[in-house]
C-alpha cells in the first residue's frame, strides 16, 4: 500500500489534509509566547462553535480516550455511581472507567440496536447516579444513538449527562447546549480531520462545580479549563505541533461551516448505505440509528474478512476497517468523516467491487458504484 496516496477510509484516524499537515512542518514554537496564546484564544471560540456550545473548553495532549478517562476521573470517585448506556465496544469502555472509579450500572444493548431507554429510565430512577453516559455514536457498530432522548432521562433524574461524541461531534449535529450536555469529548483525529492524538473537552458549569481536586495531577480538569479560559495556556507542556494542527483543521471546519460537514456526512452516510444494498449487501445497525460517520456491512457468504482487506489494500490502495471485539470477521466498516468526499467514496466502491468479483462473490457488477455516483 502506498502510505502517501491511498483512499484512507477507515473510521479514524481520518485522511488529514495537506494544509494540516503542513502548519506541523512549522519551526519549533514556544508554548508560552503571545503568539500560542492567541492561536489558543481563537481556538477557543473554533471549539465552542464546534460543541455548539458556550460552555468551557479545553484541549488535553492525549487520546480521545484519555479525554472520556479525564472527565469520568474527576467527576466521581469511588463512593459517586454512575450509569452507562451502552451497545458496542466504546461504551463499554466507558462503563468500564466508571466502574474503575467509582460505583457502576449499565443497560447493555445488542450490538447494532438500541438499548432499552425505558429500562435505563428506571435503572436511573432507582439508582439515582451522579452521571448518566452514553457513547453516541458507536463506530464499531456504525450505530448512533439517541443521545438527546437519553439527555432528557439524566435531566429527569437530576444527572449529569456524559456524551462521549469521539466519532460524533462534528460529523453528526451534537447541539451541546441545547441538549443540556454536561461534558462531552472528541478525538481530534475523527470528524475534525486532525492528527490523532488530541482530546477536546466541554464542561457545563454545573459539572464543573463537583470537579474532584485530588483525582489526577496530570488530568486535573479544573486545572486545565482553567488555564484555558482565563490566561489562554496549558498546565502543562502541550503537544505543540499537533495544537497547530488542530487549529488549522478547525479553521478549515469553520470555513466549510459547521452545517455543512454535517451535511456533507450525512450524504455520504447515504450513499455508502445505497451502495451497499445495491451490491446485495446487509448493513450491521438497525434502520433509523445508522451513523453518518461510519458505515458497519455484513460479508456475504464465502467471503473471508482478511482476504478481502488484504486485496482492498495491497492491490487497489483502499483501506477498510474490519469488524472488533465479537464482530471482528462478520463485518467491514467505512469510515465517511472528516474530510472524505464523494470522489473517495466512489473510488472506494470500485475497488470493492473489485475485490469481490475476485473473490467471486457474484451480483450485478458497477451497481454499487452506480449508487454513489447517483449522490455525486
Known amino acids: 500500500m502506498d502510505l502517501e496516496n491511498n483512499l484512507f477510509m477507515i473510521p479514524g484516524p481520518v485522511k488529514i489534509h495537506p494544509r494540516v499537515l503542513r502548519v506541523m512542518s512549522k519551526p519549533a514554537m514556544g508554548h508560552r509566547t503571545p503568539e500560542y496564546r492567541a492561536m489558543i484564544k481563537e481556538m477557543t471560540e473554533n471549539l465552542q462553535y464546534l460543541f455548539q456550545s458556550k460552555n468551557e473548553v479545553t484541549l488535553i495532549s492525549g487520546s480521545g480516550t484519555a479525554g472520556v478517562d479525564c472527565i469520568i476521573t474527576n467527576l466521581i470517585d469511588k463512593n459517586d455511581k454512575g450509569v452507562v448506556v451502552h451497545n458496542g465496544k466504546f461504551g463499554e469502555r466507558v462503563f468500564e472507567m466508571v466502574q474503575f472509579y467509582g460505583k457502576g450500572s449499565n443497560v447493555k444493548g445488542e450490538y447494532g440496536k438500541a438499548p432499552d431507554l425505558d429500562a435505563l429510565a428506571a435503572l436511573v430512577e432507582k439508582e439515582k447516579p451522579k452521571i448518566l453516559g452514553v457513547c453516541h455514536n458507536e463506530t464499531s457498530t456504525g450505530f448512533t444513538n439517541d443521545a438527546e432522548k437519553i439527555a432528557k432521562i439524566a ?222
Open 155 to 376: 435531566h429527569d433524574n437530576d444527572a449529569l449527562f456524559v456524551l462521549d461524541g469521539i466519532t460524533a461531534i462534528g460529523g453528526i449535529d451534537v447541539p451541546c447546549d441545547k441538549w443540556g450536555v454536561d461534558a462531552a469529548i472528541f478525538g481530534s483525529q475523527k470528524c475534525v480531520a486532525a492528527p490523532a492524538g488530541l482530546a477536546g473537552v466541554m464542561v457545563s458549569p454545573e459539572a464543573k462545580k463537583v470537579l474532584h481536586d485530588n483525582k489526577s495531577m496530570y488530568l486535573h480538569l479544573r486545572k486545565h479549563l482553567d488555564k484555558w479560559m482565563k490566561e489562554s495556556d496549558t498546565p502543562y507542556t502541550s503537544a505543540i505541533p499537533l495544537f497547530l494542527a488542530m487549529s488549522e483543521a478547525l479553521k478549515m471546519l469553520k470555513e466549510e461551516t459547521l452545517p455543512a460537514r454535517i451535511k456533507r456526512c450525512a450524504r455520504l452516510g447515504d450513499a455508502c448505505r445505497a451502495a451497499a444494498t445495491a451490491a446485495g449487501l446487509e448493513l450491521f445497525s438497525a434502520k433509523g440509528f445508522q451513523s453518518n460517520t461510519v458505515t458497519a456491512i455484513k460479508y456475504p457468504a464465502g467471503v473471508a474478512d482478511d482476504k478481502f482487506r488484504n486485496i482492498l489494500k495491497d492491490k487497489h490502495n483502499v483501506m477498510v476497517a474490519g469488524g472488533q471485539s465479537e464482530m471482528k470477521g462478520k463485518i467491514f466498516r467505512i469510515g465517511h468523516m472528516g474530510i472524505c468526499s464523494m470522489t473517495d467514496m466512489c473510488g472506494t466502491w470500485g475497488a470493492i467491487e473489485a475485490t469481490f468479483k475476485e473473490l467471486g462473490y457474484k451480483y450485478e457488477y458497477g451497481k454499487a458504484t452506480q449508487a454513489v455516483v447517483s449522490y455525486m
